[in-house]
């Protein structure tokens, strides 16, 4: 078992850039979506949904984004995409 902090700094990062890779890959080139939803309290979640056809014409959607809040937030103060 490791620490979290190692977790953190080693192997989460890695895996988030590998997803979010395979992800960019499969909309690349094609009319995508986005949607958030979320709330501004303290301490609660964004997510961002992403929603495209498939060259097969069938509907995907992924979660591309998901961030908790240390404070309340407004669309500004978000991460750019």
């Not at 977790?7 to 960019?24: D, L, Q, V």
């Not at 056809?53 to 407004?74: A, C, D, G, M, W």
Request: some cysteine; proline content about 4%.
């Amino acid at each position: 078992m490791t620490h979290s902090s190692h977790m953190a700094a080693a192997y989460i990062p890695k895996g988030e850039a590998c997803e979010f890779g395979a992800i960019f890959d499969e909309i690349r080139g094609q009319k995508c979506s986005l949607t958030t939803d979320g709330t501004r309290r303290n301490g609660e979640a964004v997510a961002g949904v992403g929603r495209w056809f498939s060259k097969e014409y069938k509907i995907n959607q992924r979660l591309v984004l998901f961030i908790t809040t240390l404070k309340k937030s407004t669309a500004c103060s978000l991460p750019p995409w």
